[in-house]
Structures are given as structure tokens and as C-alpha cells.
């Protein structure tokens, strides 16, 4: 999917102004036009180009005069001069006073569209940086998706279905589904994925700055806005803009939302000017947004513009079939990670994490391997791995009946960890010799952390 753009032609010549909008029109830009410098200046009080093709020669007020009050109304407002024969020294002029570039009549359609590309190139770039930034505070996941089970396989296959479409979408699932996971996949799979994914935590993002977060904010705007910034929307212009736990929003920004995606436009904070963006919404929730509504916590309107496509991720407790898969497959990962050569879990160890009810799901899961991975010792994680993982499962496994090596092990770890490691203390207090306890620890296994 090509980038498309919002472009502003200002000329007197009508001829020039129809081939400046069928070149670009044809190329999928949104081209406006305007035959004098006094009709551009209202058009800039309320919309806000990506770029201005501005001609030197205007009746009334010349081009550089334009350019002065464009440059006075947007410092950042990317402009090109169009500059006939003999005004090359003028256009030159223009540069000093801002303008980005000039193009000199007569000019043919490629080369029009070269010197819009390159211009706007220069833009996407400082949006990328900013994109970049963004990326950087996401932990980077894998975005495939591991599964074999029903459940999941359904949803894969609407994964497929609604990514090559424009729809938008809502993932509802508990905490620790994957709903940012299946968003991003949609995302790769979609016409869009050569433009950004941009994900916005509702729930880490503080409410008073919500609204400049999402629609940038202009210099002055508020105390310390000491420049203008884009928003998440126009970092995400031709990309995906994701929304994860959506009904943390307040009621205020859900309306600004709503005619942000009925009028695909947004208007940064402190300024009137519109904004058009283009860019496809994911949404995601653990809440009932139903309930939410009822309890007019949540706008009816804003939840059918976001629920076109809805997508239930299953508990992990619904895909048990699952859970070796993603073990191992988080095993491997972290094992890489920490340069360990841990093979597998032992049958004991699988059979508990597979019987586990996983209230934190999938994530809960990938912690709780990551936790065994880094305080591994041998080659395999055995049960008894997870009963001292300091995890929420090791608590449940604690409340089981132990059979008796298991209650040694346990009772052999605490005398020694009472005792600081000294093997002779604790053998004495087990009431052992000190060759027994070595033999003992050896058996079981016990980490060397217990050991002085």
C-alpha cells in the first residue's frame, strides 16, 4: 500500500493547477487547489498539508509573501516553490526564507512526482524517528503464533480473513491472551505492513496528556510544549494504530476518538487546523465493553465503529493442548537468551504446567519459563523446579500432597538454607552424618545456592 498524502497546489495558472492535480490524484495523493495566495491562507487556517507547492508569480500577494505567512502559521510546513524562467534566483531567495526545495517550469509529470517523493521522503523520515522511538519502549515479540489446538486455529483463520481488509477490528480476551500478539499480526499480513504499527497502552498513558499522546500538540499549546510533536495517529499515518485495553479511556477522549475515526482527521492540541489521517484501528479489551456501556462507562457509538470485526481469544485454560508447544517453544528462547544448554522439562515438570489453571495465560506461562530458565542448574526442570520457583504455581504445588523424597528434598533445603550453606551445621541438626548429606544433596539434586 503506497503512501498517500495531503498536498496543497497554489497557483494562478489554471492549466498548471489541473496537471499538478492529475499527476498527483492519479498516484493516490489528496490534492487541493488554490488560484491565489489570499485562498490558500484561509485554506491553511483550517487544514494542515503534508506539503505546499506554492508558484513564486501570484497575483496580489507574491509567493514569497505567501511563504512568510505559511512559515508565520506552520514553522514546520513543508514548502516547494514553482518558479518560471528567469525567477531561479528568486526561488533561491525562497530557500533562505524556508521553502524546502524549488521545481522550474516547465516540468513533466515524473519529474513533479520525484521531486513530491523525495520531499515527502524527507517527512517520513522524521516520522520513522519518532516511530523508531516508539518501537524501542515495546518489548519486541515473536509474531508467530504458537498453536495446535481448535480454539486457536479458528482464530488464525480470521486472523487471515479480516488482515488483508480495512476493517477495523476488536480482540476481547482475559489479561495475557495475546491480544497485542494477533494485533501485530494482522498488521504483517495486511496491505499496510510496510508502514508502522504503533501500539497506545490505555492504561499506562496519564488522562491530562492523553490528547496530546494521540493528536500531537502544537508549540505553546501548554506549559513546557516547547515545540511541536506529532501524535500517535500521525506516526501511524498509513499503518495500523492499536488500542490495547481500550476501556481505560475516559469518556472526554472516547468522543474525541470517535470523530477522529468518523472524519479520519484529528486536530493537534492548541491548534484548530485539521489533520487528515489514514490509518487502520485494532482495538483490545479484557472488559465487557456490553456491561461497560450499560454503565455508561463506555459510548455505544464509539464500540460500533470499533466492533466491525470481533475476535475472542481463548483463555489458556480453553487450549491446554497448547501448553507444551508454547513451553518449549519459550525454553528454546530463553535457553539462546542465557547461553544454558537446558533441554526440556521432565515429564512431572509438563504434566503440572499443563494442569496448572494459568490465570495470567500465555504471559503468565512465558514468565514463569523465563523465571526457571535463569535459576536453572542442570540440563533438564523438573518438578521440583517449580516448587521452589517463587511463583504463583509453586504455590499451588506446594499445597499437594509430597511424597516422602520430595518432603526430604524440601526439609534438607531449609535446614541447609537455616544454617547458611554449612554442611556440617545442618548435617548435625538433620541428625546425619555430613557424607550422608553430601550423597543426599547429590541425589536430589539440590542448587548450589543452598551450598557454601
Known amino acids: 500500500m503506497e503512501a498517500s498524502y495531503n498536498i496543497l497546489v497554489i497557483d494562478d495558472d489554471a492549466d498548471m493547477r489541473d496537471a499538478c492535480y492529475q499527476t498527483l490524484a492519479k498516484h493516490g495523493h489528496s490534492v487541493t487547489l488554490a488560484k491565489s495566495g489570499r485562498e490558500a491562507l484561509v485554506l491553511l487556517e483550517k487544514w494542515s498539508f503534508d506539503l505546499i507547492l506554492l508558484d513564486l508569480k501570484l497575483p496580489g500577494e507574491d509567493g514569497l509573501f505567501v511563504l512568510a505567512k505559511i512559515k508565520d502559521m506552520d514553522p514546520e510546513g513543508i514548502v516547494v516553490m514553482i518558479s518560471g524562467y528567469g525567477s531561479i534566483e528568486t526561488a533561491v531567495q525562497a530557500i533562505k526564507l524556508g521553502a524546502f526545495d524549488f521545481i522550474a517550469k516547465p516540468f513533466t509529470p515524473d519529474e513533479l512526482l520525484k521531486l513530491v517523493d523525495r520531499v515527502l521522503r524527507n517527512r517520513q523520515l522524521t516520522i520513522e524517528n519518532l516511530y523508531l522511538k516508539q518501537s524501542l519502549k515495546q518489548e519486541a515479540r515473536p509474531t508467530e503464533i504458537i498453536s495446535k489446538s481448535p480454539a486457536m486455529e479458528k482464530v488464525k483463520e480470521m486472523i487471515a480473513m479480516v488482515a488483508p481488509t480495512e476493517s477495523t477490528v476488536l480482540l476481547q480476551g482475559e489479561t495475557g491472551t495475546g491480544k497485542g500478539l494477533v494485533a501485530r ?39 513546557g510544549a516547547d515545540k511541536t510533536q506529532y501524535g500517535k495517529f500521525e506516526i501511524a499515518q498509513g499503518g495500523t494504530l492499536f488500542f490495547d485495553e481500550i476501556s481505560n479511556i475516559s469518556l472526554e477522549i472516547q468522543a474525541k476518538l470517535l470523530k477522529a475515526v468518523e472524519e479520519k482527521s484529528i486536530s493537534k492540541v492548541g491548534d484548530h487546523k485539521v489533520v487528515k489521517v489514514d490509518v487502520r484501528l485494532i482495538s483490545a479489551t479484557n472488559r465487557d465493553l456490553q456491561k461497560a456501556i450499560a454503565e455508561r462507562l463506555f459510548r455505544e457509538d464509539l464500540f460500533f465503529r470499533l466492533n466491525v470485526v470481533s475476535i475472542h481469544l481463548p483463555s489458556l485454560r480453553e487450549r491446554k493442548e497448547d501448553i507444551p508447544l508454547l513451553v518449549n517453544h519459550f525454553l528454546n528462547r530463553f535457553s539462546r537468551r542465557e547461553g544454558k544448554a537446558i533441554g526440556d522439562f521432565s515429564s512431572n515438570a509438563m504434566k503440572a504446567l499443563t494442569e496448572y489453571h494459568w490465570p495470567g495465560n500465555v504471559r503468565e506461562l512465558e514468565n514463569t519459563v523465563e523465571r526457571l530458565v535463569v535459576f536453572a542448574r542442570d540440563r533438564t526442570i523438573t518438578r521440583q523446579d517449580l516448587v521452589y520457583s517463587n511463583t504463583v504455581l509453586s504455590s499451588v504445588l506446594m499445597r499437594e500432597p509430597l511424597c516422602l523424597e520430595e518432603m526430604e528434598r524440601l526439609h534438607i533445603m531449609k535446614v541447609l538454607e537455616r544454617m547458611e550453606g554449612n554442611k556440617t551445621h545442618a548435617a548435625r541438626l538433620l541428625g546425619i552424618d555430613r557424607k550422608t548429606l553430601r550423597m543426599k544433596m547429590k541425589k536430589y539434586q539440590i542448587p548450589k545456592e543452598f551450598q557454601r
Request: contains cysteine.
Open 185 to 223: 499480526k494482522i498488521h504483517e499480513m495486511s496491505k499496510r505492513r510496510g508502514h508502522p504499527f504503533i501500539s497506545v497502552d490505555c492504561g499506562s498513558l496519564v488522562s491530562t496528556i492523553f490528547e496530546s499522546e494521540l493528536f500531537g500538540h502544537v508549540k505553546g499549546a501548554y506549559t
